[in-house]
């Protein structure tokens, strides 16, 4: 599990059974168990659905993570949706609370609660979750087989899993220090960190890495096998000194939160005049989502409660104290279509679904589609999309 700023103050309002409450009443109460997730949309899926294991490989360990259970997207929660308590938030950008439907409710099946919707601020643009599940209602939709919780790329079992997953560390790498420049590494702050695989390859390059986790068994692993430095919490808890990073990272993350906003003041807060923010999220612009539809990955609910686009995302960046410096996208996306793919299927062709996608999920099947991948990313089209911002001179 991991946290960026999930279980901070929103500006919902408690919805329950159906009624809406006094959005003018007191916060909503933080929760220590909130799991938010270090998402990966283009995660490659664990062959031999093994658990994850600690430096000892013992696989039964407290700390271990059960691995997915579903072919390539995410486990069904066990949970009554009709039930779940919600809460209808205004725009988290301006405070709006004039939104068009973009998803009806009533779109998503069980178990998810049938009031969700996706909808569009009239004001600003933001695309938000409303009604949403109340901070201590969204942990049921978090199950311990959580695909995002991986294990080290050295206790990879398939050798060619372990060369995609360290070159998808190393693009990431390289991401950053491409906008870093030239001079010696500094100091890294990931937020939802999940089990350290990307501090970890920042750590074997020199850079000071620190992470931030909310789940305690992904930030023990994390530091017991990368001896990473990895707090257990939420990001706004975190005790970290204003101005003492050049570098803070939300991969696949900043969907997830209750307030982007404060997420994003926060990271502001924490860098060094100058420093740099990387924020990876589902691509608004990818022909996945036109081709999809409702059964696009990057919708996600509940779990995601925003998608951004180009402009919503750098007007938040813009708003804390950032310059958008660049769109990049450098993900390969094969794994994430397969996602959106067997949401599809699973609506329109249930008994196709499981045999064709272990079928595209062999090795090497990918390859011959790489090359319209490859130029999706170019045209800046690809699945998911990383906003490289940096924080502007003077005091925040």
């Not at 959106?340 to 008994?351: D, M, V």
Request: hydrophobic share 40%; charged share 25%; glycine share 10%.
């Amino acid at each position: 599990m991991a946290e960026g700023g999930r279980g901070m103050k929103g500006r919902g309002s408690a919805l329950n059974a159906g009624s809406v409450s006094d959005p003018r009443g007191p916060g909503d109460p933080k929760v220590a168990d909130d799991p938010m997730a270090h998402g990966d949309l283009d995660a490659c899926g664990d062959p031999g659905g093994t658990r994850l294991q600690d430096d000892r490989g013992d696989a039964s360990a407290p700390s271990a993570i059960p691995a997915q259970s579903s072919p390539v997207g995410q486990p069904r929660p066990a949970v009554d949706g009709a039930t779940v308590a919600l809460e209808a938030p205004a725009c988290d950008r301006c405070g709006g609370r004039d939104a068009a439907a973009l998803i009806p409710p009533g779109t998503w099946g069980p178990p998810l609660p049938p009031q969700l919707a996706m909808r569009r601020c009239r004001s600003c643009g933001l695309v938000y979750l409303s009604p949403r599940p109340t901070r201590e209602a969204i942990g049921a939709f978090y199950p311990p087989d959580y695909q995002p919780y991986r294990r080290a790329v050295e206790d990879e079992p398939w050798a060619l899993m372990r060369l995609m997953r360290r070159r998808k560390l190393a693009d990431r790498r390289r991401l950053v220090e491409r906008y870093r420049g030239e001079g010696a590494p500094g100091r890294v702050l990931d937020v939802g960190c999940s089990t350290g695989l990307f501090l970890h390859e920042m750590a074997l390059a020199g850079w000071e890495a620190e992470g931030v986790e909310l789940s305690p068994e992904a930030a023990d692993y994390a530091r017991r096998r990368f001896g990473l430095r990895v707090q257990t919490g939420m990001l706004e808890d975190a005790q970290l000194a204003p101005g003492s990073f050049d570098l803070v990272t939300f991969w696949d993350v900043l969907e997830h939160v209750y307030s982007p906003t404060d997420t994003l003041a926060r990271a502001a807060t924490l860098l060094k005049p100058g420093g740099l923010v990387v924020v990876h999220v589902p691509n608004w612009d990818s022909p996945e989502r036109r081709l999809f539809g409702r059964h696009w990955a990057g919708w996600d609910p509940p779990r995601h409660l925003y998608v951004f686009d180009r402009a919503s995302l750098g007007g938040l960046l813009q708003g804390a104290g950032f310059q958008v410096l660049d769109w990049v996208c450098f993900m390969p996306a094969y794994f994430t279509w397969l996602i959106s793919l067997e949401h599809a299927l699973e609506t329109h062709a249930p008994r196709l679904r499981a045999p064709l996608i272990r079928l595209l999920r062999l090795p090497g099947l990918r390859l011959p589609l790489e090359p319209a991948f490859w130029l999706l990313n170019r045209l800046g089209r690809g699945s998911v999309i990383a906003a490289v911002a940096r924080r502007e001179e003077g005091p925040q």
